[in-house]
Structure formats: C-alpha cells, structure tokens
C-alpha cells in the first residue's frame, strides 16, 4: 500500500486507466489534469494521473471547510469511481476527527458577495493568525462587552478553535477561514481599536517574505484598519522579526507605547507558547499605537457575469492568467482557472461561456484593490 504525502483531504486508487475512462461523474478536464465538482460543499476535487495511481484529491483554492461530512462526500466519490474502474482504493485520510463539529453563530463564511457587518463605533479587536484560539477566546471572556473577530487560515486549528468558541456559547466572537493577506481588504479603514498578531511565521527566506503578512502591502493595510490611537500588538520568539517589525512599523509612522520598541516578556498563554518556554525561548513584545486616522477607501465590485475583452494580463504590479480551460463535453460551459491581483494572486474558479465569465458554487475570491484592478484591465 503506497504511502501518503498528502495533507489536503485524499484517496488514492491503483490502476492503469486514465481519465477519460472514467464514466461515473461529470468530470471537467484540461490536459491530464480534471476537476470534479461538488456543489454541496462548494469546492472541487482534483482528479489526476500519477504513474499507475489515480489521485482524487481536495482542490484547496476553493477553501472548503473540512468537515467529516466533506471527507465522507470525497470518499463515496472515490468509491464510485473505484468501481466504475473495476479498481480498489489503496490509500486515503478521510477518517472522521470532528464529528460533532457545528457551525455555530461564531462562525463567518466569506464570499465574493459577502460584507462582514460588525459595531464600528464599539470597542472592536482583531487577531490574525489565532492558530487553537487560546488568546483570542480567553480575550473575549475576560471583555465580553468587546467585539473579537479572528482570521486564521489552517483549517485544522480553525475548527479547533470554532468548536471550542461554539461550545462556550461565546457572542462576542467571529471567526474566519481564509488567507489574511486578502480578507483583510473586507473592513473599513480605522475600524479597529486593537490588531494582535501573536507568533507569526517570520519567513525570512527572501523567496518566500512576500507571503509574511508584515510584507509591505499588507502591513499598510493593517495600519490602515487601525483606528486612530489603536494599537498593534505583535508577539514573537524571534528577535530579527521583533527587529524587523519595530523597522517597518516605524516606516508607517507607527509609534512605540512605551520608552522602547521591543519589550521582553516571560510568559504568553497559548499551546505554542508553553511549548516554547519550555524551550527557554524568550519572548518578544511590541506595541505601536497609531497616531493618524487614514483616509476612507471604497473597492470596485462588478456585477456578474462579465464579458471578457481579452484573456491574458499582466504588468509590474497586476496580472490576471489562466491556468487551465476545463471542458466536459456534455456540459454546454467550461470552467476556466485564474491567477487574479498582484504578486499575492488569488487564483479563482469561473464558469465560462462564449467569452463571458460567471460565478459557479466554488466561486471564492475577495474584492481587493488589486483584484479589482487586474480584473478591469481584461473585461469590456
């Protein structure tokens, strides 16, 4: 039995057909690779050939919440495939670990229509990157006249955290699913009075900065979602990214609560933090204030479907480009994947039908400044 490298939701069947002798489901295929769509759960399934192994596999641009009920869906879908194939699954992970797991209250779904509504003028905090949710939800017991949103974009220790927040009944809290870099576009400038950002990964490997949410881009956008005199609260065991942060917090004019920049503090209440301590690791604590208030922004939206002018893009700053054309012959529409915004590209699913682009179930995106931007550079 071939062992699994996989983390995303997975089976994989043993056999020397390919796919288009796969009868069973609707498949949508662009050179080796298909997709398969699972409207219920508004994702798709991945589909391809890898030497005498069929992989169906989760899609994780679609950015489904993984649930028992998912893993149970792409499991019967394997099967049926396995036995329109006369094949056998040899191996999978789609073992149920959240059962119980409910969608309670705290939870928030993103979506392209979506417009997270929350009290501006009341005392709102938000933490990106919660990871388990232990700082974030013992906050939000200790002030519960206080707004806490949190962003974190592990699935796993997101529903970690919901469960927990749904089981403590918590209404004081919102959680979201999703890649900070982009979502943090959905709120208004100056909303928040605190910004927590607590052990966040430093990615120093110069390849790799531009996905550290203290790049440049999104630094300025969580500065701005500060309101004036707000607070940003960073934590780290890293003391070049204590460094680092207090430099470009400093670039944004941002300003040191205390005497000092960085501070050393000997304890942090988080599963990590523990583990660190025991470590003997030192931690490092910065807290800037805001100084400034920052001017209102409003974001483009489009009403869908859109025709598009032409099908490739790009310049310094933007792009937008297709990744794959999936056709299913018995299907009258394609579904076309993009690259869509700057450097940090959202890469999106559209249904496709002479030239003109429409939302399908597993449409997923944020409207941010440079998705809109790129995206009005290719349409009519």
Known sequence: MPLSTFNMPHAIIKTN????????????????????????????LDVYKKQDLLIIKLNKATRSIITDKLKDAILDTAEKIADNLNCEIVSHNLEHTNTNIEFCDCYESVYPQKILTYNK??????????????????????????????????????????NRCCN?????????????????????NNSFDNIYVNFPEPWFKLYRIKHSIFNKITFQKITDKLKQNGFLHIVTDNYPFAVYSAIIGQFFSLKPLGKFFIETIDDFDTLYAKKWKRLNRTFYRL????????PKTTLKKFDFPLKLEKFEYKSKDLIFKILGIFENNSID???????????????????????????LPQTNFIYTSDFCDALEKVIK
């Open 17 to 44: 057909k390919n796919l288009n002798d796969i009868e069973c489901v609707n498949i949508f295929r662009y050179k080796n690779k298909g997709i398969l769509p699972l409207d219920e759960f508004r994702c798709f």
């Open 121 to 162: 003028e009341s005392i709102n905090n938000l933490e990106i990157g919660f990871g388990r949710g232990e700082f974030l939800i013992n906050l939000a017991k200790q002030k519960p006249e206080e707004f806490f949103l949190g962003i974190e974009v592990y699935g796993k220790d997101f529903l970690f955290a919901l």
């Open 168 to 188: 403590e009944k918590l209404n004081n809290v919102k959680l979201l699913n999703y890649d900070c870099n982009h979502v943090i576009d959905l709120f208004d």
């Open 287 to 294: 807290c800037l204030q805001k100084p400034f208030c920052s």
């Open 333 to 359: 529409y394609k579904i076309i994947e993009i690259a869509i915004g700057n450097y940090l590209a959202q890469h999106v699913f559209f249904g496709l039908k002479d030239k003109t682009i429409f939302l």
